[in-house]
T-cell receptor, first 109, second 116 residues
């Protein structure tokens, strides 16, 4: 099956810093999403981005499908950005999505 | 996008017992998905539940351990049977949601299960 790898596994930053999270996948995908899991366990859908670039406030994401990777950018980090960021991909005709291992982001005040 | 109500939010159970988790969606959906998130780990898909047919289980998960019901297009249950401490995890349900402006997978708030 498809492999989804995220890097870095852990990231500690000071408030105000910028960060880039990466998601590599091993095969063609028809669906790619970025999620934020907050400290209470709730999964928040950030972007649906199988290709191209999207921006939402301080967050933006870019997927280069031909090179099989996606990037999530967080600018001017805030402590509320802390948590785990997952990318998840869908492939073939199945509707299910497969999660990467996640990046744990900690923002220090 | 769809809103999912999942319950219970948490439970502490004795080993050997079973727990049934419920998910109610505010709109009709074809497929519902059940995931497990073990402590400190990513999410792993347990099974896909279609209304009117048996659930499709992923490798490593079996119906006897995780029976699923899908009686209609807005509701599903997952039962964790004959529990052991290794079943302590967060269990989440999910649906594929599409409206005029958005598309993506939406998740319930999760059930945090501790088996003692």
């Amino acid at each position: 099956g498809i492999q989804v790898e995220q890097s870095p596994p852990d990231l500690i930053l000071q408030e105000g810093a910028n960060s880039t999270l990466r998601c590599n996948f091993s095969d063609s995908v028809n669906n790619l999403q970025w999620f934020h899991q907050n400290p209470w366990g709730q999964l928040i859908n950030l972007f649906y981005i199988p290709s191209g670039t999207k921006q939402n406030g301080r967050l933006s994401a870019t997927t280069v499908a031909t090179e099989r990777y996606s990037l999530l950018y967080i600018s001017s980090s805030q402590t509320t950005d802390s948590g785990v960021y997952f990318c998840a991909v869908g492939y073939s005709s199945a509707s299910k999505i497969i999660f990467g291992s996640g990046t744990r982001l900690s923002i220090r005040p | 996008s769809a809103v999912i109500s999942q319950k219970p939010s948490r439970d502490i159970c004795q080993r050997g017992t079973s727990l049934t988790i419920q998910c109610q969606v505010d709109s009709q959906v074809t497929m519902m998905f059940w995931y497990r998130q073990q402590p400190g780990q990513s999410l792993t898909l347990i099974a896909t539940a279609n209304q009117g047919s048996e659930a499709t289980y992923e490798s490593g998960f079996v119906i006897d351990k995780f029976p699923i019901s899908r009686p209609n297009l807005t509701f599903s249950t997952l039962t964790v049977s004959n529990m052991s401490p290794e079943d302590s995890s967060i269990y989440l349900c999910s649906v594929e949601a599409r409206d005029r402006h958005n598309y993506g997978y939406t998740f319930g708030s999760g059930t945090r299960l501790t088996v003692v």
